[in-house]
C-alpha cells in the first residue's frame, strides 16, 4: 500500500522549480581583457616599417631608373650636337678654302657659334687623339713614311700649342720639330730653299715646321725683308716645288691657323701684360698687328698660287685654341692613312743579383738637391 502511494505519481505535485540565485552587481566576477605583449607590439611596428621600406626601396629604384634615362638622354643630345658641331665644322672650315676645289666658303667663327670647351672634356677628348698618334707613329716607323707638316698663319693664332699638343706624347726622333731663326749672312746667299730642305724627313720620320718656306710669301713680303722680283719667282716656282717633294712620296701637308682681329688683340695684351708671356712677343708681332690688311693681302695671293691638289691648304680656325687643336690633330690623322699595329708582349726581367752592394751608401756624401717640395 505503501510502495503504491510512493510509485504514484500522477496524484503527487510537481515540484517547483529552483530559482536562479541572483548575483549582485557589485559581487559579479570580472574577467579581465588579454594583455597585449611587447612581443605583438613589435611584430607590428616590424610590419608597418617593413612595408614602409618597401615602399621606399621602390621608390628610389625608380629615381634610379629616371636618372639613368635622363643621364643616357643627355649622353645622346651630347654625342649629337658634337657630331652636328664636327659636320658644321666640316662644311665651313674643311676642304672648302684649301682644298684645292674651287669652293667658296665663309669662315666659322668658333667663339660665336659654339661654346668653350671645358677642361675636362678637351682632356678627353685630346688624350684619345694622341693615342692615336702614337699608333700613326709605329704605322710611319714601321712602313718607312715620309711626311712634312708645315703650320702658318697669323702672329697669335696658336700655332705654338698647337705643334706641343701634336708632339707631347710621341717620340722627338719620329716627330722631329723644325722651327729655324732668321737666315744668317751665309744663309742668305743660299737657294732659298735650301736651308729647309736639308731638315727634310727620311723614312720613319715625320717633320715638322713651325714656319716654314712661305715666310717668303708672308713676312718677308709684307716687311719688306724680300724684293718684288724674288716674291714673284717665288709664287712662280713655290707649286713645282711642292710638286716635286710630293711625287718623291714624301706626304706634304699645310696648315694655315686664321685668328680674328679681336682674338689677336685680345691675346696680343695678354702676352704684354703677363710676365710668362712676354718671352712669345717677337720684333715681328707688333709690327704685324699694325699691318693687318697688307698680312691678309699677302694671305690672299699666296692661297690663290699655292693651293694645289698635290698640296692643299686646310684652313683651323682659332679663336678657340682648344677646338682648333682637336680639329688639326683629327685632319692629321685623317690625312695619312695608318692601322694600328699588334704590339709585342713585354716581360720585365727580375733584377740580377750578382755582384749585389748597397748601391746606396755609395752616394752618400755627394752633392744633393735641397728636398724644396
Excluded at 21 to 36: D, F, H, L, N, S
Excluded at 203 to 223: H, L, P, Q, T
Excluded at 311 to 340: E, G, T
Amino acid at each position: 500500500m505503501i510502495d503504491e502511494i510512493i510509485n504514484d505519481k500522477s496524484e503527487r505535485p510537481p515540484e517547483p522549480a529552483p530559482k536562479t540565485q541572483m548575483i549582485p552587481k557589485t559581487e559579479r566576477r570580472r574577467i579581465p581583457a588579454r594583455p597585449i605583449r611587447p612581443v605583438d607590439l613589435l611584430q607590428k611596428r616590424a610590419k608597418t616599417a617593413d612595408e614602409a621600406l618597401k615602399e621606399a626601396k621602390e621608390a628610389a629604384n625608380e629615381a634610379k631608373r629616371q636618372r639613368a634615362l635622363a643621364k643616357l638622354r643627355l649622353k645622346r643630345a651630347k654625342k649629337e650636337a658634337r657630331e652636328a658641331r664636327r659636320g658644321l665644322a666640316r662644311v665651313h672650315s674643311g676642304n672648302a678654302l684649301g682644298g684645292g676645289n674651287g669652293h667658296k666658303n665663309q669662315l666659322l667663327k668658333n667663339g660665336d657659334d659654339h661654346p668653350s670647351l671645358k677642361g675636362k672634356e678637351y682632356e678627353k677628348e685630346l688624350r684619345k687623339l694622341q693615342g692615336e698618334l702614337c699608333c700613326l707613329q709605329d704605322w710611319v716607323k714601321a712602313k718607312g713614311l715620309r711626311a712634312i707638316v708645315i703650320f702658318e698663319g697669323r702672329d697669335a693664332a696658336g700655332k705654338g700649342g698647337t705643334i706641343r699638343a701634336i708632339t707631347e706624347r710621341v717620340s722627338p726622333r719620329i716627330f722631329r720639330l723644325v722651327a729655324l731663326p732668321a737666315p744668317s749672312d751665309r744663309e742668305k746667299t743660299m737657294m732659298y730653299t735650301q736651308r729647309y730642305t736639308q731638315h727634310f724627313p727620311a723614312g720613319g720620320e715625320i717633320v715638322i715646321f713651325d714656319r716654314s718656306w712661305y715666310n717668303r710669301a708672308g713676312v718677308e713680303r709684307v716687311m719688306g725683308f724680300c724684293t718684288e722680283d724674288q716674291y714673284e719667282r717665288f709664287l712662280e716656282v713655290c707649286p713645282e716645288f711642292e710638286k716635286y717633294i710630293v711625287e718623291a712620296g714624301i706626304i706634304l701637308i699645310k696648315f694655315w691657323l686664321e685668328v680674328s682681329d679681336k682674338e689677336q688683340k685680345r691675346r696680343f695684351e695678354a702676352r704684354i701684360e703677363d710676365p710668362l708671356r712676354q718671352w712669345k712677343l717677337s720684333p715681328m708681332d707688333l709690327p704685324s698687328r699694325s699691318k693687318w690688311f697688307e698680312y691678309s693681302r699677302a694671305r690672299d695671293r699666296m692661297l690663290e698660287a699655292t693651293d694645289t691638289k698635290r698640296a692643299p691648304w686646310y684652313i683651323v680656325v682659332s679663336d678657340d685654341k682648344k677646338r682648333a687643336r682637336l680639329n688639326c690633330i683629327a685632319q692629321l690623322l685623317k690625312l695619312i692613312p695608318h692601322k694600328k699595329l699588334p704590339r709585342e708582349k713585354v716581360d720585365l726581367p727580375k733584377r740580377s743579383m750578382k755582384g749585389a752592394y748597397d748601391d746606396q751608401a755609395s752616394l752618400k756624401g755627394r752633392n744633393f738637391i735641397p728636398q724644396v717640395y
